[in-house]
């Protein structure tokens, strides 16, 4: 299979490519020290510090391991100083490549080598890695064999989304988007009849570059496929819109582009790292939650997975009782957080705590070690008070492949937060995108970005099983936010069947199910807004659980009434 290390390096265990595993578990880490770069991401500082240290060669192998790369050039976000035609050619000065380039920020690929010497830019104000988002959903382990069509997920039934189909009514004449990180087998699901024949798309092949053909939205990953394929079932009349960007401002230009062809419901089964505090806003003009927000603005309904992060979360008080600079993730003083990593298992791990965006006073930094304490990952950027200065840290980090070993088996790592300057925040949060759950966690705040957005015409779905339609998965991100709103808004159905992955978990599968209901509604009424489509199927959900709507299942599941 072909496979980009684009996206893979953050896709699951099961997208991941044989032939990357190479970087990111270095072992002489120095594990005191801050990022030789100031003005540069920890990880990416210690990225091209290696790369200077060790030569060219070892540049273009590095920059390869890193989250987003292309031709042994690392791809980067450098945020300026309202200077983009500047900050352009002085990318391209360096044989960078340029992407995207915005009123604040360009998006660019370039040398390791050449990364301190960019951020000294009298107009850079910092550089960071792109690190494309990461897909809430995976296949069962064992797949079944592959069938040919007529395959409809249970997720028909569910919803009752057979009254509409009784009725004749499919969601024709819809417009709607699915964007997502990489559509493996669509053209072989169209051919099986489960996808549409005429599909309209927008298929990037690195971060600004798109074109035309299904073949270059193809690599990386069926998840796309997976859960248009479910958006279908639910509603086999629209007409699709499909989208894989890379990068945050190829997102934000792909909302554009289909609200500007009228597309009405964009599912995004995604989650990115947070650009905010958690209460739904972000200092960044690029952040997923403004790109959100946008859409709703140009009368989207965006139907967002609330993410898979139930049993991999954690959130709490600062707590320090034995004084010695190591937060605490319980009262018993455990200083330390086991995840449990497959081999091969590329995870992103962040922190964050309780400071101001553009100013955070207190320092803290994210470890992460063997059992045996050697240090495999880190992010150490510093917060002293500056305009530049944000509450997080995070850090990709990809397990190191067995030589000779089982690849099942799985290797204990230890998240650690150390406490470096500053006063002591009032809360902090680590969240870890893996399939693996931490040793120490609590459900609630686990809602993902941008799932976690404020505006009413987004709906953040959660996920039960469709066998056992009275529990949420376990794994389906809980409310509250971080400042205390309640998520998700609604639950959809996963387990469900397909023909490109056969019955397949995650709020991934959810979401589009719930897509398909307002598409549904659209085409009955097709002048209701993103806000009258997220009310209306809110208030048709089942309720489950008490108050309504609660942190565990928002207004209940989704439930269409049988139209009259
Ligand atoms: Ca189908
Ligand atoms: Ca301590
Ligand atoms: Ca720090």
């Known amino acids: 299979m072909r496979r980009r290390l684009i996206v893979a390096a953050l896709a699951a265990l099961c997208f991941f490519p044989a032939s990357q595993a190479t970087v990111g578990q270095q072992p002489d880490l120095p594990s005191t020290t801050k990022p030789a770069y100031t003005k540069v991401e920890s990880q990416l500082s210690d990225l091209a510090q290696r790369a200077i240290q060790d030569g060219v060669l070892a540049s273009a192998q590095l920059a390869a391991g890193a989250p987003a790369s292309l031709n042994g050039q690392v791809a980067v976000t450098i945020h300026h100083r309202n200077a983009p035609a500047a900050i352009a050619r002085a990318v391209e000065q360096r044989a960078g490549v340029v992407a995207n380039v915005e009123a604040d920020l360009v998006e660019a690929y370039v040398d390791l080598l050449d990364v301190p010497d960019l951020s000294e830019h009298p107009l850079v104000e910092r550089v960071t890695l792109i690190r494309p988002p990461k897909p809430l959903g995976s296949p069962r382990r064992r797949s079944r064999a592959v069938g040919f069509g007529n395959i409809v997920s249970e997720g028909v039934i569910r919803h009752n989304a057979r009254a509409y189909h009784n009725a004749d009514m499919t969601g024709q004449g819809v417009k709607v988007g699915v964007i997502d990180v990489g559509f493996e087998g669509i053209r072989t699901a169209q051919a099986n009849g489960e996808l549409p024949g005429q599909i309209r ?280 936010t971080r400042d205390d709103r309640v998520k998700p808004d609604i639950v959809g159905v996963d387990n469900a069947d397909s023909d490109v992955w056969g019955p397949w978990f995650g709020t991934s599968q959810a979401s589009p199910h719930v897509a398909g209901l307002a598409a549904l509604l659209l085409q009955t009424n097709p002048t209701m807004t993103p806000v009258q489509l997220s009310d209306s199927l809110k208030e048709s959900a089942r309720r489950r659980g008490s108050p309504r709507p609660n942190n565990t299942w928002g207004y209940g599941l989704a439930w269409l009434r049988t139209p009259r």
């Open 201 to 480: 798309r927008r298929c990037y092949t690195r971060v600004g570059r798109f074109n035309q053909r299904l073949a270059a939205c193809e690599a990386d990953t069926a998840h796309g496929t997976a859960v248009a394929e479910a958006l279908l079932d639910i509603a086999p009349g629209v007409t699709l819109y499909v989208a894989n960007p890379v990068s945050l401002t190829d997102l934000q230009r792909t909302v554009r582009w289909m609200a500007n062809r009228g597309v009405k419901v964009v599912n995004y089964s995604v989650s990115h790292a947070w650009s905010g505090p958690g209460d739904g806003t972000s200092r960044f003009s690029n952040s997923a939650l403004k790109t959100v927000a946008d859409a709703v603005q140009r009368g989207i309904l965006w139907v967002n997975a609330a993410g898979n992060e139930g049993r991999s979360t954690w959130s709490g008080a600062y707590r320090d009782r034995d004084n010695d600079g190591v937060l605490e993730f319980n009262n018993n003083r455990l200083e330390r957080n086991r995840v449990r990593l497959a081999r091969g298992e590329s995870v992103i791990i962040l922190l964050r705590w309780d400071d101001t965006w553009g100013g955070a006073a207190t320092d803290l930094d994210l470890y992460l070690r063997t059992g045996s304490g050697t240090l495999v990952a880190r992010s150490v950027d510093r917060q002293n008070g500056a305009s530049s200065d944000d509450p997080i840290e995070g850090f990709s980090f990809t397990a190191p492949r067995a030589i000779g070993g089982a690849a099942a088996t799985l290797t204990r790592y230890f998240v650690r937060v150390e406490h470096f300057a500053g006063p002591a925040p009032a809360w902090w949060q680590v969240q870890a995108f893996t399939s693996q759950i931490l040793q120490r966690r609590q459900a609630g705040r686990s809602v993902g970005e941008p799932a976690d957005s404020a505006d009413p015409g987004v709906l953040a779905v959660g996920a039960s099983n469709q066998l056992r339609a009275a529990a949420l998965e376990r794994f389906s991100s809980r409310g509250p």
